[in-house]
T-cell receptor, first 111, second 114 residues
Protein backbone atom coordinates (compact mmCIF):
# COMPACT_ATOMS: atom_id res chain seq x y z
CA UNK A 1 0.00 0.00 0.00
CA UNK A 2 1.35 3.38 -1.01
CA UNK A 3 2.22 5.63 1.92
CA UNK A 4 2.98 9.32 1.51
CA UNK A 5 4.85 11.30 4.15
CA UNK A 6 5.43 15.03 4.27
CA UNK A 7 8.11 16.66 6.35
CA UNK A 8 8.03 19.01 8.15
CA UNK A 9 4.44 19.02 9.40
CA UNK A 10 4.67 22.74 10.00
CA UNK A 11 7.11 25.45 8.96
CA UNK A 12 7.38 29.11 9.83
CA UNK A 13 9.72 31.42 7.92
CA UNK A 14 10.25 35.17 7.52
CA UNK A 15 9.11 36.81 4.33
CA UNK A 16 11.62 36.61 1.48
CA UNK A 17 13.18 33.29 2.40
CA UNK A 18 13.54 30.45 -0.06
CA UNK A 19 12.18 27.19 1.30
CA UNK A 20 11.82 23.51 0.51
CA UNK A 21 8.96 21.20 1.37
CA UNK A 22 9.55 17.46 1.26
CA UNK A 23 7.36 14.57 0.20
CA UNK A 24 8.32 10.90 0.25
CA UNK A 25 6.43 7.84 -0.97
CA UNK A 26 6.99 4.13 -0.49
CA UNK A 27 6.03 2.70 -3.89
CA UNK A 28 8.04 4.08 -6.80
CA UNK A 29 5.60 2.67 -9.41
CA UNK A 30 3.67 5.89 -9.84
CA UNK A 31 1.83 7.56 -12.72
CA UNK A 32 2.27 11.12 -11.48
CA UNK A 33 2.71 13.33 -8.46
CA UNK A 34 0.74 16.49 -7.82
CA UNK A 35 1.34 19.34 -5.38
CA UNK A 36 -1.66 21.22 -4.00
CA UNK A 37 -2.24 24.24 -1.84
CA UNK A 38 -5.09 24.31 0.67
CA UNK A 39 -6.20 27.45 2.48
CA UNK A 40 -8.11 27.08 5.76
CA UNK A 41 -11.67 25.91 5.17
CA UNK A 42 -11.13 25.73 1.42
CA UNK A 43 -10.65 23.09 -1.23
CA UNK A 44 -7.41 22.19 -2.92
CA UNK A 45 -5.72 24.31 -5.58
CA UNK A 46 -3.46 22.44 -7.96
CA UNK A 47 0.03 23.91 -8.13
CA UNK A 48 2.13 21.51 -10.18
CA UNK A 49 1.70 18.11 -11.77
CA UNK A 50 4.75 15.98 -12.55
CA UNK A 51 4.29 12.94 -14.77
CA UNK A 52 6.33 9.85 -13.94
CA UNK A 53 8.58 10.46 -16.95
CA UNK A 54 9.44 13.99 -15.84
CA UNK A 55 11.95 15.17 -13.28
CA UNK A 56 10.66 18.63 -12.52
CA UNK A 57 8.02 21.25 -13.23
CA UNK A 58 8.15 25.01 -12.71
CA UNK A 59 5.47 27.63 -12.31
CA UNK A 60 6.47 31.14 -11.32
CA UNK A 61 8.24 31.02 -7.96
CA UNK A 62 7.45 27.32 -7.54
CA UNK A 63 9.60 24.41 -8.64
CA UNK A 64 8.78 20.79 -7.98
CA UNK A 65 11.18 17.92 -8.52
CA UNK A 66 10.57 14.20 -8.68
CA UNK A 67 13.00 11.37 -8.02
CA UNK A 68 11.01 8.18 -8.50
CA UNK A 69 13.83 5.80 -7.67
CA UNK A 70 14.30 7.27 -4.22
CA UNK A 71 10.58 7.95 -3.70
CA UNK A 72 10.99 11.66 -3.14
CA UNK A 73 9.63 14.96 -4.34
CA UNK A 74 10.44 18.47 -3.23
CA UNK A 75 8.53 21.71 -3.65
CA UNK A 76 10.79 24.74 -3.74
CA UNK A 77 9.27 28.14 -3.09
CA UNK A 78 11.45 31.13 -3.93
CA UNK A 79 11.21 34.51 -2.24
CA UNK A 80 8.33 33.50 0.01
CA UNK A 81 5.49 35.94 0.66
CA UNK A 82 2.84 36.13 3.41
CA UNK A 83 0.27 35.15 0.78
CA UNK A 84 2.04 31.81 0.42
CA UNK A 85 0.85 30.86 3.91
CA UNK A 86 -1.29 27.73 3.52
CA UNK A 87 -1.10 23.96 3.84
CA UNK A 88 0.78 22.27 1.02
CA UNK A 89 -0.20 18.73 0.12
CA UNK A 90 1.51 16.28 -2.16
CA UNK A 91 -0.43 13.46 -3.77
CA UNK A 92 0.85 10.41 -5.60
CA UNK A 93 -1.17 8.52 -8.16
CA UNK A 94 0.02 4.91 -7.94
CA UNK A 95 -2.51 3.51 -10.39
CA UNK A 96 -5.26 4.82 -12.63
CA UNK A 97 -7.67 5.72 -9.86
CA UNK A 98 -6.06 5.77 -6.47
CA UNK A 99 -4.42 9.03 -5.45
CA UNK A 100 -2.73 8.99 -2.04
CA UNK A 101 -2.17 12.20 -0.16
CA UNK A 102 0.30 13.17 2.49
CA UNK A 103 -0.93 14.91 5.64
CA UNK A 104 0.49 18.20 4.42
CA UNK A 105 2.95 20.86 5.54
CA UNK A 106 1.42 23.91 7.17
CA UNK A 107 3.45 26.91 6.03
CA UNK A 108 3.42 30.31 7.71
CA UNK A 109 5.31 33.18 6.11
CA UNK A 110 5.72 36.06 8.54
CA UNK A 111 5.81 39.63 7.21
CA UNK B 1 -18.30 29.58 -12.72
CA UNK B 2 -15.84 27.37 -14.52
CA UNK B 3 -14.63 25.36 -11.52
CA UNK B 4 -15.93 22.41 -9.55
CA UNK B 5 -18.79 23.36 -7.26
CA UNK B 6 -20.19 21.52 -4.28
CA UNK B 7 -23.37 21.98 -2.32
CA UNK B 8 -24.10 22.48 0.46
CA UNK B 9 -20.95 24.08 1.80
CA UNK B 10 -21.91 23.00 5.30
CA UNK B 11 -24.26 20.30 6.51
CA UNK B 12 -25.15 19.58 10.12
CA UNK B 13 -27.20 16.49 10.79
CA UNK B 14 -28.11 14.17 13.62
CA UNK B 15 -26.80 10.69 14.09
CA UNK B 16 -28.85 8.19 12.14
CA UNK B 17 -30.07 10.61 9.49
CA UNK B 18 -29.59 10.37 5.73
CA UNK B 19 -27.60 13.02 3.83
CA UNK B 20 -26.85 13.81 0.20
CA UNK B 21 -23.88 15.82 -0.97
CA UNK B 22 -23.77 17.21 -4.50
CA UNK B 23 -20.87 17.83 -6.87
CA UNK B 24 -20.92 19.72 -10.17
CA UNK B 25 -17.72 18.98 -12.07
CA UNK B 26 -16.05 21.16 -14.66
CA UNK B 27 -18.05 20.99 -17.88
CA UNK B 28 -16.71 18.34 -20.21
CA UNK B 29 -14.72 16.46 -17.55
CA UNK B 30 -15.52 12.78 -17.78
CA UNK B 31 -13.70 11.71 -14.62
CA UNK B 32 -15.05 12.56 -11.17
CA UNK B 33 -13.64 11.68 -7.77
CA UNK B 34 -14.90 11.86 -4.21
CA UNK B 35 -12.54 12.20 -1.25
CA UNK B 36 -12.98 12.56 2.50
CA UNK B 37 -10.67 14.74 4.58
CA UNK B 38 -10.49 14.57 8.34
CA UNK B 39 -8.99 17.36 10.40
CA UNK B 40 -5.23 17.55 10.05
CA UNK B 41 -5.08 14.82 7.42
CA UNK B 42 -4.81 14.65 3.68
CA UNK B 43 -7.84 13.64 1.62
CA UNK B 44 -8.67 9.94 1.36
CA UNK B 45 -10.02 8.46 -1.84
CA UNK B 46 -13.61 7.23 -1.78
CA UNK B 47 -14.84 6.59 -5.32
CA UNK B 48 -14.00 7.35 -8.95
CA UNK B 49 -16.45 7.73 -11.84
CA UNK B 50 -15.60 7.51 -15.49
CA UNK B 51 -18.69 8.83 -17.21
CA UNK B 52 -21.79 7.41 -15.59
CA UNK B 53 -20.16 4.34 -14.08
CA UNK B 54 -18.28 3.90 -10.84
CA UNK B 55 -14.94 2.63 -12.12
CA UNK B 56 -13.51 2.20 -8.63
CA UNK B 57 -15.44 2.34 -5.36
CA UNK B 58 -12.79 0.61 -3.27
CA UNK B 59 -12.42 3.62 -0.98
CA UNK B 60 -16.00 3.66 0.27
CA UNK B 61 -15.73 2.73 3.98
CA UNK B 62 -18.89 0.63 4.20
CA UNK B 63 -22.28 0.03 2.61
CA UNK B 64 -23.79 3.12 4.20
CA UNK B 65 -21.96 5.14 1.57
CA UNK B 66 -23.15 5.25 -2.03
CA UNK B 67 -22.60 7.60 -4.95
CA UNK B 68 -24.27 8.09 -8.31
CA UNK B 69 -23.61 10.01 -11.47
CA UNK B 70 -26.63 9.16 -13.64
CA UNK B 71 -25.95 11.48 -16.58
CA UNK B 72 -22.18 11.58 -16.44
CA UNK B 73 -22.02 15.08 -15.05
CA UNK B 74 -23.41 15.92 -11.58
CA UNK B 75 -22.68 13.39 -8.87
CA UNK B 76 -24.36 12.80 -5.51
CA UNK B 77 -22.69 11.14 -2.54
CA UNK B 78 -25.26 9.55 -0.28
CA UNK B 79 -24.68 8.54 3.32
CA UNK B 80 -27.26 6.49 5.19
CA UNK B 81 -27.63 6.18 8.97
CA UNK B 82 -24.93 8.76 9.58
CA UNK B 83 -22.52 8.26 12.46
CA UNK B 84 -20.43 10.81 14.34
CA UNK B 85 -17.32 9.33 12.74
CA UNK B 86 -18.63 10.40 9.33
CA UNK B 87 -17.95 14.03 10.26
CA UNK B 88 -15.36 15.36 7.81
CA UNK B 89 -14.95 17.54 4.76
CA UNK B 90 -16.09 15.75 1.62
CA UNK B 91 -14.19 16.89 -1.44
CA UNK B 92 -15.06 16.35 -5.07
CA UNK B 93 -12.61 16.61 -7.96
CA UNK B 94 -12.83 16.23 -11.71
CA UNK B 95 -10.37 15.73 -14.52
CA UNK B 96 -10.61 15.73 -18.30
CA UNK B 97 -10.50 11.99 -18.76
CA UNK B 98 -8.97 10.42 -15.68
CA UNK B 99 -5.79 8.38 -15.49
CA UNK B 100 -2.85 10.77 -15.61
CA UNK B 101 -4.81 14.01 -15.89
CA UNK B 102 -4.60 16.84 -13.42
CA UNK B 103 -7.42 16.87 -10.88
CA UNK B 104 -9.32 20.03 -10.04
CA UNK B 105 -11.00 20.21 -6.66
CA UNK B 106 -14.17 21.82 -5.38
CA UNK B 107 -14.38 23.75 -2.09
CA UNK B 108 -15.80 20.77 -0.23
CA UNK B 109 -18.80 20.11 1.97
CA UNK B 110 -18.18 20.15 5.69
CA UNK B 111 -20.39 17.47 7.25
CA UNK B 112 -20.99 17.49 10.98
CA UNK B 113 -22.89 14.62 12.56
CA UNK B 114 -24.11 15.44 16.06
Amino acid sequence: KQEVTQIPAALSVPEGENLVLNCSFTDSAIYNLQWFRQDPGKGLTSLLLIQSSQREQTSGRLNASLDKSSGRSTLYIAASQPGDSATYLCAVRANNNDMRFGAGTRLTVKP
Amino acid sequence: GAGVSQTPSNKVTEKGKYVELRCDPISGHTALYWYRQSLGQGPEFLIYFQGTGAADDSGLPNDRFFAVRPEGSVSTLKIQRTERGDSAVYLCASSISGSQDEQFFGPGTRLTVL
